[in-house]
C-alpha cells in the first residue's frame, strides 16, 4: 500500500516519512518528518482531501511559518481555500494570543499533487506551542491553560460537558 491509501485508511494509522520542503527561491530541504497521520472530524470523514497532522523533530520552516508540529488544513468544503487562512489572520490582527500561524502551500505525496493546503502551527498545549504551559503555581484551581473544542463527535475518553444549547465541549 502507498503512504497516502495507507494514512488515508483510518485517521490513527501514521508513519515516519521525508518531507521535501521548497522555499521561495526553490531550494530544498529534505527534512526527516517524525509521524504523519490523519485530523480533523467533518473533512477526515466526507471528503476525500485529507488532512494531516505532521511532527518533525527539530523546528521547521514551512513557508513563513516556523514549528515543530504543523496540522496540514485541506480546506475541502471551501471552494475559495481562503476562509480558514482568513479566520487565522483575523484573530492575528486583534491580537489574540493563541493565533495560529500559517502559510498556503502545495502538497505533493510521492511527486503527486494532492492540492492546495494551510500548514498551521498544530493548536496544542507545551512548551514551544501556541499555548504555553504554565510554570507551576500555587493556585492549582484558577492558575492553569487548557484547550476546549466545540465538537459534533462524542469520543469517549474525552473530558467533555454539553452544553445547555446542546454542543458537545471537549477539555
Known amino acids: 500500500t502507498d503512504l497516502l491509501s495507507y494514512l488515508s485508511q483510518d485517521k490513527e494509522n501514521n508513519a515516519k516519512a521525508t518531507g521535501a520542503i521548497v522555499d521561495s527561491e526553490g531550494n530544498i530541504d529534505s527534512t526527516p518528518i517524525k509521524k504523519i497521520k490523519g485530523r480533523g472530524n467533518t473533512n477526515w470523514k466526507e471528503t476525500d482531501k485529507k488532512p494531516f497532522n505532521i511532527n518533525f523533530s527539530d523546528m521547521t520552516n514551512i513557508g513563513t511559518t516556523s514549528s515543530k508540529k504543523f496540522s496540514l488544513v485541506s480546506n475541502a468544503k471551501d471552494s475559495t481555500l481562503l476562509r480558514n487562512a482568513v479566520m487565522y489572520d483575523l484573530a492575528n490582527d486583534i491580537g489574540n494570543p493563541y493565533s495560529s500561524d500559517q502559510s498556503f502551500i502545495d502538497f505533493f505525496v510521492n511527486g503527486v499533487y494532492r492540492g492546495s493546503y494551510i500548514a498551521c502551527q498544530k493548536i496544542d498545549l507545551g512548551k514551544n506551542a501556541v499555548v504555553s504551559l504554565k510554570v507551576e503555581s500555587e493556585d492549582k484551581e484558577t492558575d492553569f491553560n487548557f484547550l476546549i473544542e466545540v465538537d459534533v463527535w462524542n469520543y ?12 458537545h465541549v471537549v477539555l
Do not use: A, I, Q
Open 156 to 167: 469517549k475518553n474525552d473530558t467533555y460537558f454539553v452544553s445547555d444549547k446542546g454542543y
